[in-house]
């Protein structure tokens, strides 16, 4: 059961409460700006690419409300490649009365400051003079270039048959520069990515990799912004360490086009070739990084043999070892890409291969609930165990659709 999501602090104060209060998340617009192409009009030197964030709640509280605003408006606009922030609030109206219905209020009510909450996770130097802002779209369209390593190119090729081209690159904090553009990035982990909350950029063991389409402009190229992706890696036993993917962001505009599986794709084979590095793991993954995670490590392990030779369930646990040390992958994604392999190629009509391949998974989902399981009476577990079974066929199924 979701715990229930305090109100706002004014609305059991305020009789008219709901008038002047605004969700944050639905007036809130992020816009990626770049020059408008082919157009000499000065009144309009720009185009936007715009969208709403996921969430709000980081910044303006887990009941996502503003309350003082009718109409409200809050805009944040980027430049598409150097990330320099424009801020711009409107309104119809705000409230300003100086008293409230309940006189347990003893100070004058005023509307939310947005600006002031907004601020502190704002990189230093942020816009709020548009002209200004204008100005620096288009400088920076030219002028702007990635920082980093670049460690990958690729291509992705559009309904118009025309070619668009990526590149990603590699960096850390050593560099002040980045440090400085890093500041203007990490404001789209809190609107995109659950739960998330800002690293530290004073610890240079992160390693942070960026994508980037490259854009070619008569004798220059131009940067946009896709997304990003950080790491961090954790001492395991003797001289290994355990690299852990902990922040993961495509844009909304860049979505749906392969470019997450891509950046996986990379930092997972950069990560497998590291004799240093012992396993690759995933800080709490959601959905959908979970959904690309899975259809991108089924088919690497496809295209590299690991199933060889492995037709049925059972699967003892020293091959499940061999092919965890081998690729990286936990224990855990390990098993669940094998399921899904023995899943592809099982035929149910075939009871006892099937039994044999429920218990394969149900084994797997024992020991992962173990302590929710142990103290529940044999019936009940098997019970549970059958219906966790089902949830995760079913799921399986929907991958393999996919792949």
């Known amino acids: 059961m979701e715990p229930e999501i305090p109100p706002h602090p004014l609305a059991a104060k305020i009789i008219d409460?709901?008038?002047?209060?605004?969700?944050?998340?639905?007036?809130?617009?992020?816009?990626?700006?770049?020059?408008?192409?082919?157009?000499?009009?000065?009144?309009?030197?720009?185009?936007?690419?715009?969208?709403?964030?996921?969430?709000?709640?980081?910044?303006?509280?887990?009941?996502?409300?503003?309350?003082?605003?009718?109409?409200?408006?809050l805009k944040i606009k980027y430049t598409s490649g150097s990330l320099r922030p424009f801020v711009e609030m409107n309104y119809s109206s705000q409230y300003t009365k100086s008293?409230?219905?309940?006189?347990?209020?003893?100070?004058?009510?005023?509307?939310?400051?947005?600006?002031?909450?907004?601020?502190?996770?704002?990189?230093?130097?942020?816009?709020?003079?548009?002209?200004e802002f204008i100005d620096t779209v288009l400088n920076d369209y030219t002028a702007f270039k990635p920082f980093g390593e670049k460690i990958?190119?690729?291509?992705?090729?559009?309904?118009?048959?025309?070619?668009d081209h990526f590149e990603i690159y590699k960096n850390n904090f050593s560099s002040e520069?980045?440090?400085?553009?890093?500041?203007?990035?990490?404001?789209?982990?809190?609107?995109?990515?659950?739960?998330?909350?800002?690293?530290?950029?004073?610890?240079?063991?992160?390693?942070?990799?960026?994508?980037?389409?490259?854009?070619?402009?008569?004798?220059?190229?131009?940067?946009?912004?896709?997304?990003?992706?950080?790491?961090?890696?954790?001492?395991?036993?003797?001289?290994?360490?355990?690299?852990?993917?902990?922040?993961?962001?495509?844009?909304?505009?860049?979505?749906?086009?392969?470019?997450?599986?891509?950046?996986?794709?990379?930092?997972?084979q950069l990560f497998r070739s590291r004799k240093e590095i012992c396993e690759i793991t995933v800080e709490d993954p959601n959905e959908e990084f979970s959904d690309m995670r899975d259809k991108n490590d089924i088919r690497?392990?496809?295209?590299?043999?690991?199933?060889?030779?492995?037709?049925?369930?059972?699967?003892?646990?020293?091959?499940?070892?061999?092919?965890?040390?081998?690729f990286k992958l936990t224990k855990r994604q390990t098993q669940r890409c094998l399921e899904m392999y023995l899943l592809s190629n099982l035929d149910k009509m075939d009871k006892e291969a099937y039994k044999a391949y429920r218990l394969q998974v149900k084994g797997r989902l024992y020991a992962f609930n173990y302590d929710v399981l142990r103290d529940v009476d044999e019936e009940e577990r098997k019970l549970k165990l059958q219906e966790t079974y089902l949830g995760v066929e079913e799921d399986y199924h929907r991958l393999l659709e996919l792949i």
């Open 152 to 163: 990958q190119e690729y291509s992705r090729e559009n309904n118009d048959g025309s070619i």
């Open 300 to 326: 690497y392990l496809l295209e590299h043999d690991a199933f060889k030779d492995i037709q049925q369930a059972p699967i003892s646990d020293e091959k499940i070892t061999g092919l965890c040390t081998r």
């Open 17 to 73: 409460f709901s008038d002047w209060a605004c969700n944050t998340t639905e007036c809130t617009e992020i816009s990626l700006v770049q020059p408008e192409k082919g157009n000499s009009d000065s009144s309009h030197p720009v185009s936007e690419t715009s969208f709403q964030p996921e969430f709000t709640y980081p910044i303006f509280g887990d009941h996502e409300t503003a309350f003082g605003y009718k109409d409200l408006s």
């Open 99 to 131: 008293s409230s219905s309940s006189s347990s209020v003893e100070e004058p009510v005023k509307a939310d400051d947005l600006l002031q909450k907004l601020d502190s996770y704002l990189p230093r130097n942020y816009s709020t003079n548009y002209s």
């Open 177 to 268: 520069k980045f440090r400085e553009y890093h500041s203007r990035m990490q404001l789209l982990v809190l609107l995109f990515i659950e739960g998330s909350s800002y690293i530290e950029d004073d610890d240079e063991k992160w390693e942070i990799y960026t994508v980037f389409k490259r854009e070619k402009l008569n004798e220059a190229f131009a940067y946009h912004f896709v997304g990003y992706c950080t790491a961090y890696p954790f001492y395991c036993w003797l001289e290994n360490i355990r690299m852990r993917i902990s922040q993961f962001l495509i844009l909304p505009p860049y979505k749906k086009k392969g470019h997450g599986s891509k950046l996986y794709q990379t930092i997972y």
